[in-house]
């Protein structure tokens, strides 16, 4: 799609910003998706003038890039909003929310109703409007709604504004088509749409030439990628191939898979190519072949082992990472041990733990035996306390080993200590001299703590 016209706009926004020192806040929810979404919204602000700060009082856009996909989320943003009504009533800030929440009409409804003062609405579809939306906003002092239920065209080469100058998030597929009954994305983001091979490749070749050395390949369901052939690139172990030959670059990552797509191509793909690293995230969601029907994930409990197991067989060194529900409707005692067992016998390296949320709309929410909040939480504490107990006992095998980590800069916590990560995406903590961040060093492990562990050159 041609975004000739945005970049018109931007020009018109940034010549009417001009000399005005103008700033922007910027609130994301949700997974590594929007993240990257909010890196292209940075990418046109900066372009139309206007300069990031982490004082939102001093703002004169703010930005809120939504995700739905459980009501803990939606509570943040409501809370929000009546934060910045006041800094609105100061300055006359602008005020814009955009992203997933958008593309659900009674969100949108509650919004027009309780918080009038908001400018602009635009959805998933429509991101790439930003430049041409504020520009209406600004010139006509109106408010604005663009939001469309219809799939949108793949947007290429819009500018982006990246957070991090060694990694790197590159969506390669957005939506998905296959309606877990709990699951609000495919309503919010439409059907899968793949983008370009050739577009992927030179964004990572692009990417490799600034100095990133490592890249994480976004979609919602990223093993049925599909490319147009263009490069001999038709799925995604062959993209795999194609960006492990990328100069420059380090590490792969990948995020996220269907256990019911992950084909033996894809597997042998990552067996063969050095850069991607070897730890996989492998959403199980329940343990239990009965809720996983229900769910509408289309394998079963003994599925999920055989291909982990096929996995693990074709990759050595392979661990794997996974998300996991708990309290889905109809989940009794028993269902879940079965959760409980997969996660005692697979061994995870990282659990992503959620509370069932019901989402309007999905096929979940209206299902009988809903699952009373407070033995929600009793299953959620039992497998937390499994989960930690394994993160600690793997944790103790790292001690004594020596790991490469790709070192990403200065601890958040402590200043003298650099920090990075293994390729199975551990934090280490070292000492070192700030030359080294960019670069993979050998660590040795000396000490391990639940969160991260420490490591000496
Ligand atoms: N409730 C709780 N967790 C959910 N997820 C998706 N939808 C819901 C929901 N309604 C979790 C899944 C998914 C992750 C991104 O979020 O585990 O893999
Ligand atoms: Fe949601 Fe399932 Fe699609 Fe993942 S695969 S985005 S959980 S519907």
């Known amino acids: 799609m041609n975004i ?3 970049r018109e706009f931007i020009e018109k926004v940034k010549n ?9 806040s910027i609130f994301t929810m949700g997974c590594q998706l929007n993240e990257n979404d909010s890196e292209k919204l940075c990418g046109m602000l900066e372009n139309m003038k206007y300069t990031k700060t982490d004082q939102i009082s001093e703002s004169d856009f703010i930005i809120f890039n939504t995700c739905c996909v459980r009501e803990n989320a939606e509570d943040k943003l409501f809370g929000k909003l009546g934060e910045v009504k006041k800094i609105k009533e100061q300055k006359g800030t602008i005020i814009a929310i955009c992203g997933c929440m958008m593309q659900e009409k009674h969100i949108v409804e509650k919004i027009k109703k309780s918080y009038p003062f908001v400018d602009i609405l635009f959805g998933t579809h429509t991101l790439h409007k930003l430049p041409e939306d504020l520009y209406t906003v600004i010139c006509e002092k109106t408010k604005l709604q663009d939001i469309i239920d219809i799939d949108g065209e793949v947007i290429e080469g819009l ?3 990246r957070n991090d100058k060694i990694k790197a998030s590159v969506t390669i597929m957005n939506g998905c088509n296959n309606f877990c009954s709990y699951c609000i994305v495919p309503y919010v983001r439409g059907r899968e749409r793949s983008r370009n091979p050739e577009d992927i490749i030179n964004e990572i070749e692009e990417l490799a030439k ?31 191939r194609a960006v492990n030959k990328i100069q420059g670059i380090e590490r792969i990552r990948f995020v996220s898979p269907h256990p019911k797509d992950f084909s033996d191509d894809v597997i042998e793909a990552i067996r063969d190519c050095e850069k991607v690293c070897k730890i996989i995230h492998l959403p199980l969601q329940s343990g239990n072949t ?16 055989e291909l982990v197991d096929k996995m693990k067989a074709k990759i050595p060194g392979l661990s794997l990472s996974t998300d996991i529900i708990v309290g889905f409707p109809e989940e009794t005692d028993e269902n879940f041990e079965d959760t409980l067992d997969v996660v005692d016998k697979v061994h995870f390296e990282q659990v992503y733990m959620f509370i069932y949320s019901r989402r309007v709309g999905t096929p979940a929410d209206t299902m009988q035996n809903q699952v009373p909040e407070p033995i929600k939480h009793v299953r959620f504490d039992k497998l937390k306390a499994l989960v930690e107990k394994q993160i600690d006992e793997n944790n103790k095998k790292y001690v004594g080993t020596t790991q490469k980590v790709l070192v990403e800069g200065k601890s958040k916590t402590n200043d003298k200590m650099l920090t990075g990560r293994t390729d199975s995406n551990k934090v ?6 700030e030359e080294l961040i960019g670069n993979v060093v050998n660590l040795k492990i000396v000490s391990e703590h639940m969160w991260y562990l420490k490591g000496e050159l």
């Open 210 to 240: 600034q100095g990133y050395k490592e890249v994480t390949l976004l979609g919602q369901n990223v093993n049925s990628y599909k490319g147009n052939g263009n490069l001999g690139i038709t799925k995604f172990s062959e993209l795999l």
């Open 16 to 24: 009417m910003n001009v000399g005005k020192n103008l700033k922007y």
């Open 290 to 305: 009965q809720i996983l029907k229900k769910m509408n994930r289309k394998y079963t409990k003994e599925q999920y082992l």
């Open 159 to 161: 500018p982006i504004k």
């Open 4 to 6: 000739e016209k945005q």
């Open 428 to 433: 280490v903590n070292f000492e070192g001299s």
